[in-house]
């Protein structure tokens, strides 16, 4: 065992070196050919640490690294349980398919029913809602591309079951008064939290103020390990539906590579099943497998450590950024933080007064300074809603015009943590100059 434990400080020694040689080096910023990066992943030798702890102990699938990460997600965001899924879309296709579980009774999401959301925005909020045959219902959004709160007594109908919505780039949608519309009506909430990880709004988590949020762990986000996302919910019957439907659809809850967690695996009598069927094999729920590996979450755990410092850069890159840019007021609307709110940026949107939004693009990406539109625009002009039937499988209610002023005349750039100062500092004079000169 000496040498077992000899030879993995060796080898976790040599990883922290390579880091050094390899990954830690800073490329000076040199504004004739350095590139500015909307996004970009920030981590150090811990992460290739765990990564190699985790490979060494080769379990592969979903393990003691899961767990920890599900724990410390749960502990950072103040909710009771998070799951780890392999990716934001599958875990927004996890948390709207929960909705539909029978375990829920008459409150149940059923083909047909309607889901109040946006059009501005990542196309897998509403995919799952289409996918299972549910309406999703669109109402316009602020000039942030944050749903519009004033708006969704008009979107209510009698099929009306849940509204599920994301903070756009970081800055928080007005969650208490959703939530507060979904009280009423006795309404799910599910909020993509996918690009606001660390957000706060009257000092809680986005993420938690309704029923579930959810995370994306892909690299540009607020966190990485690759590929991954998450769930996360306070509900106990919410977490036992969606870790059936995460695992397979089963009703049995052990984890990998453990049987009998219940202590009756061979005695209970399961729907039309023989006496005693293996509660392995029993299925509750017509589930997927949308498991994370254990080498995901080990690096995701070096990143949660990471994650209030991470915040705090966001906003340090956003103000400074905000502050040179002050006076193109004329040129540009500035984004602006919701009320009470923190956001933990995920990027700096920008909209043109006057129209001419790709030029700009151009202007910026001819100084090697990456741009995102705010992802699919108005999803309903996306190619894929053209199969579908306006009125029966989707609605739109009143008109969808800041969405489409998103769409046409508006660009974000980075404020990730990786972002220097000089680099701020360049954005802003190329920025200044693709409008004042
Ligand atoms: C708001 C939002 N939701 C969901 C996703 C999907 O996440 P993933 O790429 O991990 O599937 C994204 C992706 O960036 C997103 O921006």
Redesign the pocket.
């Known amino acids: 065992m000496d040498r077992v434990n000899e030879l993995k400080e060796s080898i976790l020694a040599q990883v922290a070196e390579y880091y050094r040689l390899v990954h830690a080096k800073e490329e000076p910023f040199d504004e004739a050919s350095s590139r500015v990066n909307y996004a970009g992943r920030v981590f150090d030798e811990r992460e290739m640490i765990n990564l190699a702890e985790a490979s060494l102990e080769f379990w592969l699938t979903a393990g003691k690294w899961a767990a920890r990460f599900e724990k410390g997600l749960a502990e950072y965001l103040g909710c009771r349980h998070a799951l780890l899924v392999n990716?934001?879309?599958?875990a927004?296709l996890l948390a709207l398919m929960a909705l539909t579980s029978p375990l829920l009774g008459e409150r149940r999401l059923r083909r047909g029913d309607e889901v109040i959301t946006v059009a501005a925005?990542?196309p897998?909020?509403v995919a799952p809602a289409v996918q299972y045959g549910a309406v999703p219902v669109f109402v316009d959004t602020d000039l942030q591309g944050n749903i519009d709160p004033a708006l969704l007594e008009q979107a209510l109908s009698p099929r009306t079951r849940a509204v599920m919505a994301?903070h756009t780039l970081g800055n928080p949608f007005r969650a208490d008064l959703v939530r507060a519309f979904c009280d009423r009506h006795g309404l799910w909430l599910i909020e993509?939290n996918?690009?606001s990880l660390g957000s706060k709004l009257q000092g809680r988590f986005t993420g938690t103020f309704g029923d579930i949020g959810t995370s994306?762990?892909?690299p540009p986000?607020h966190l990485t390990m690759g590929?991954g996302?998450a769930v996360y919910t306070s509900d106990a019957l919410l977490r036992k539906i969606m870790l059936s439907m995460r695992d397979w659809g089963r009703d049995c809850w052990c984890e990998p590579g453990c049987d009998n967690s219940c202590g009756c695996r061979f005695s209970r009598q399961f729907g039309e099943l023989p006496p005693g069927y293996d509660h392995k094999y029993v299925y509750s729920h017509f589930g997927y497998n949308l498991k994370a590996t254990d080498l995901q979450a080990a690096v995701g755990c070096a990143q949660l450590e990471k994650l209030t410092q991470f915040t705090a850069r966001r906003r340090e890159n956003f103000d400074r950024l905000r502050e040179g840019l002050r006076d193109l007021e004329e040129f540009l609307i500035l984004p602006e933080a919701a009320p009470d709110s923190e956001p933990s940026w995920f990027g700096f949107l920008m909209m043109l007064r006057h129209g001419k939004r790709n030029e700009f693009a151009r202007c910026l990406e001819d100084n090697r300074i990456q741009t995102r539109n705010l992802?699919g625009g108005n999803l309903t002009r996306q190619p894929c809603f053209g199969a579908l039937e306006k009125g029966r499988e989707y609605r739109i209610v009143g008109e969808l015009k800041n969405t489409d002023r998103i769409m046409n005349d508006s660009l974000w750039v980075g404020v990730y943590p990786g972002m220097t100062a000089q680099k701020i500092d360049y954005m802003i004079r190329v920025i200044r100059r693709c409008f004042l000169t």
């Open positions: 990716s934001g879309s599958s927004n925005g990542f897998t909020t994301a993509d996918c690009d994306s762990f892909y986000h590929e996302g992802f």
